[in-house]
């Protein structure tokens, strides 16, 4: 009989770091999209706080911290990170569990987001995107979340499939920064 072996979407070829940024994969846990039924947000919001302790995230926000995150995944979406979703989450909005359809990855270092201004369209800088702030954009072709959890460090997630492609985009844009960097 044949055993199958688990694997991490990137499987090995990360941590990278090229000058003065580092891509590391990260296991978030337990991944959930949570959907408000209709006219349930606030009663949404009062059990994720209950269950969870974090607040449900305003658009483009994420709540919470490392190990238990609630990620602005779209209009009236979140991204539930870290623990499995709480019953009581259910007579509230639809739960859709997403644990094997993403690869997420940390961008960190003091040249991040010059990295990151390489491959995506959103204003990077400190004073608009701030810790807490998060979009989904589009990363190269792809489309991505991505969210800065620290001063130099972003969450980028984007489609289990795209695993290679996403390390390969952003190797290329490390590269192009560290090269420009060089005295």
Partial sequence: MVE??????????????IGKVTLS?????????????????????????????MAWPGPN???????????????????LAGPEADATLAEHA???????AWVAVTLEGEQAADVL???????????VFKRG??????????????????DDTFLILVFRSFADTL?????TAMEGVAARSRP
Avoid: C, N
């Avoid at 639809?94 to 094997?100: I, K, P």
């Avoid at 201004?117 to 400190?126: C, E, G, K, M, Y």
């Avoid at 390390?167 to 190797?171: F, I, K, T």
């Fill in 133 to 150: 702030h998060t979009a989904r954009t589009e990363l190269q072709h792809m489309m991505a979340s991505v969210t800065k959890t620290a």
């Fill in 4 to 17: 199958l072996t688990a694997m991490t979407p990137l499987d090995g070829m990360a941590p990278v770091a």
């Fill in 61 to 79: 926000r994420a709540t919470g911290k490392q190990g238990a995150r609630a990620i602005w995944f779209g209009q009236r979406m979140a991204l």
């Fill in 25 to 53: 994969e990260v296991d978030l846990g337990r991944l959930t999209t949570v959907a408000p039924y209709k006219g349930r947000d606030g009663k949404l919001g009062e059990a994720l706080k209950a269950a969870h302790g």
């Fill in 167 to 171: 390390l390969h985009d952003l190797r």
């Fill in 117 to 127: 201004a390489r491959v995506t369209p959103i204003d990077l800088r400190a004073s």
């Fill in 94 to 100: 639809a739960l859709t569990d997403q644990s094997d």
